[in-house]
């Protein structure tokens, strides 16, 4: 299978599991209008244009989250596979709805990354972890709950193998549907 059949794949299953929880969101891959509709949304903080070209890799992978009656994206997620080397590159995380309390998305965006993210590594047979790459030093301890561990070297990230990000999502499935 090709990464965009994983894709798409991921993201239907992603959106059963939505609709499971009953959250009232939708989840797609990002499409170009959503892209540029994130480059120019005033809520967002990341530098969404400056990853254009992660993007438009041919291994991207993208989501976008919205309310199931709204079409503006209320979070969104880019990274690029490596099928090189078995890992997922995510480059931007990012809610919009950070201020909104209420909102079905608000502190839910990293778990629902952390099911795709586990699920889409699950469909390559050469899958071996992930990567949040440069993230926000205020979200380091919230990463590492999902398994995510500082990386050494001169880049900032944090990586997760596919077995720890397996027993988060096990965990989280648990907590989610019990």
């Keep these: 299978m090709s990464i965009e059949q ?4 991921t993201v239907s299953f992603l959106q059963d599991f939505i609709d499971q929880v009953d959250l009232g969101l939708s989840v797609e891959s990002l499409c170009d209008d959503d892209f540029e509709a994130l480059v120019r949304d005033d ?20 989501l976008g989250f919205r309310l199931v009656s709204e079409l503006q994206i209320d979070g969104a997620m880019l990274g690029v596979y490596a099928s090189s080397d078995g890992k ?4 931007l995380i990012e809610s919009l709805v950070r201020d ?3 909102h079905p998305l608000n502190g839910r965006l990293t778990t629902l990354v ?5 699920y889409f590594l699950a469909l390559r047979e050469e899958s071996v972890g ?8 205020d979200l380091i301890q919230h990463y590492e709950q999902f398994g995510f561990e500082a990386t050494t070297g001169e880049n900032v ?5 596919y077995e720890a990000l397996q027993e988060a999502q096990e965990r989280i499935m648990s907590e989610l549907l019990n």
């Design 6 to 9: 994983d894709l798409q794949e």
């Design 43 to 62: 809520r967002t903080v990341l530098n969404w244009l400056g990853m254009h070209g992660h993007y438009l890799h041919e291994d991207s992978f993208h």
């Design 88 to 91: 997922l590159h995510i480059f």
């Design 100 to 102: 909104e309390r209420h």
């Design 114 to 118: 952390v099911i795709a993210a586990t």
């Design 130 to 137: 992930a990567y949040v790459v440069q993230p926000h030093e």
């Design 157 to 161: 990230a944090m990586y997760a193998s």
